[in-house]
């Protein structure tokens, strides 16, 4: 009953269409569940745990001064160890950073400054110094970016509306009854299981 009743409700949401305004009221109203998370663009130089132990802060520490000190004059590709990891990522939300730096990595970036090197910022793999080049900040999305999802979620929700509507309607016209099983069924029951 309950899958003809669905059945049915397809055709009724397929026949609604909803406008740019339902949409944009939609998004208004679930903002949170659209928004666009903050993204970090940045360079990283890395300092491998193997290589260096215990003393691979000092040599990271020893690799910033360097890079302060001598400013636009330095080639940044000659410090440090060689990475698999990748040297410059463009803007990338947090989810994506820790997959390739860690946890501990993506939550440090979030605090650093852009436009100039910082660090050491220790991963599970090392220490790196991180030169932010670009960080935005999370925002509303904008309609246009998020139409199909937003459309997906105002349908699934109209679909939901026009189901308990009608079970609602349903219900009104109907009463039901369950019969409670009598105590002497359950006394019967009980004997015929004892041995």
């Known amino acids: 009953m309950r ?8 055709d009724a949401t397929a026949a609604v269409s909803p406008t740019d305004q339902d949409l944009q009221r939609w998004l208004d109203k679930h903002s949170d569940k659209f928004r666009a998370e903050p993204q970090w663009a940045f360079r990283q130089i890395y300092f491998s745990a193997d290589r260096h132990g215990e003393s691979g802060t000092a040599a ?3 690799a910033l001064a360097r890079l302060t000190g001598a400013g636009k004059n330095i080639d940044a590709s000659q410090l440090g160890d060689a990475t698999l990891l990748p040297h410059e990522l463009p803007l990338s939300r947090l989810d994506e950073i820790a997959s390739a ?3 501990e990595f993506a939550q440090a970036i979030t605090h650093l400054e852009s436009g100039r090197w910082a660090g050491p910022v220790q991963s599970g793999y090392g220490w790196h110094l991180v030169y932010v080049s670009e960080h935005t900040a999370g925002r509303p999305s904008q309609l246009a970016d998020v139409h199909e999802a937003v459309q997906r979620e105002w349908l699934a929700a109209r679909r939901r509306e026009i189901v308990d509507s009608t079970y609602s309607k349903w219900r009104e016209k109907y ?5 409670a099983p009598s105590r002497q069924a359950d006394i019967a029951s009980q004997s015929v299981r004892r041995p």
């Open 60 to 62: 990271a520490s020893n």
């Open 101 to 103: 730096f860690g946890d």
């Open 175 to 179: 009463v039901v009854v369950v019969d």
């Open 3 to 10: 899958q003809k009743l669905e059945f049915l409700t397809e």
